[in-house]
Each structure stands twice: as C-alpha cells, then as structure tokens.
C-alpha cells in the first residue's frame, strides 16, 4: 500500500537522497539572485530561458581603427598647441601662421571625423569588444567639437568684418 502512494506523486519529489535537504522552493539562481562571478559562464542556458549572452571574443578592427585614429589627433592637437606656443610673435597674422592653422584644421578634422565614424561602426558591432571603439569615439569628439566650433567663429569673425 505504501508503494502505491509514493507512486502517486511526482517521481522527482521521491528520489531525493537523504544527505539534501528538502528543497521545496527553487534555488536563488532560479529567482535572479545574484551570482558570484564566474559562476555561470556565457552561453549557459539562463533561469527561465531568457537568451544567453554572447561572448565577445574576437578582433574589432573599426574599434582598433578609430583608437589609433583619435590618438593621432590627440598627437596633433598636442603638437599643434606645441609650435603655437614657442611660435615668434613676429609670424602672428602672417601667411605662414594661415597656413600653419589651415594645415592643423584640415588634418584634424579629417583624423577626427574618420575616428568617429570608425568608433560607431566598432560600436554597433555588439558581438566583438567595444572598449577600443569608445575610446576612439570620444577622442574623435573631443578633436572635433572645439574644431568646429573655432572654424564656425572664425568665419563668424570675417563675416561680421566686413560690415
């Protein structure tokens, strides 16, 4: 009679050893608790069959890219502000120093436009490492922005000359 009744319940309910305790509620893994780290590696079926993680393994070489770009025009910015600052006072306004700032607009801008543009694309690839990417990004802007805004107050400036 008593086979018949342990029968009735589910077979899991049945074969717990005697060395567990009785787990009548699920584990706080199962409830989203948290985990130490590492104790679930990536792509380990997640507690309620939400999607796994992808790993990101591999080379990102837009974000490679744009890190190197954006450390170029940190490199000229820094060079720049260099040869400013020991230039004769002699050249200010002369023809050398228009060349000087066009060569140092243009060659910013442009390795400041091509690391944002690579920083977003390392950024929108979620499966591979993006860390390059951000940083690339970022010092992209920061060469950019004051670019932009000193160009658009220059010309700001010649056009409010001539009045």
């Known amino acids: 009679m008593d086979q018949t009744r342990e029968m009735s319940y589910p077979p899991e309910m049945n074969q717990q050893q005697p060395s567990q305790p009785n787990q009548q509620f699920g584990t706080p ?8 780290p590492g104790a679930q590696e990536h792509g380990a079926p997640q507690p309620y069959g939400g999607p796994a993680s992808p790993a990101r393994t591999g080379r990102n070489t ?3 890219l744009a890190l190197a770009f954006g450390l170029i025009c940190l490199a000229i910015t820094v060079l720049a502000q260099m ?8 050249l200010y306004g002369s023809a050398i120093e228009r060349a000087f700032n066009i060569g140092y607009d243009v060659l910013v801008l442009g390795t ?4 944002c543009i690579l920083g977003a694309i390392g950024l929108r690839r979620s499966t591979l490492p993006q860390r ?4 690339g990004l970022g010092l992209g802007l920061a ?6 805004i000193y160009a658009l107050g220059r010309l700001l400036h010649s056009v409010l000359s001539q009045f």
Do not use: E, I
């Open 62 to 64: 837009a974000g490679m």
């Open 143 to 148: 060469g950019f922005g004051p670019n932009v």
């Open 112 to 115: 400041s436009v091509t690391a």
């Open 83 to 90: 040869v400013w600052s020991f230039l004769p006072g002699v």
């Open 132 to 135: 390059a990417a951000a940083v």
């Open 29 to 36: 893994q199962q409830y989203g608790a948290p985990q130490p």
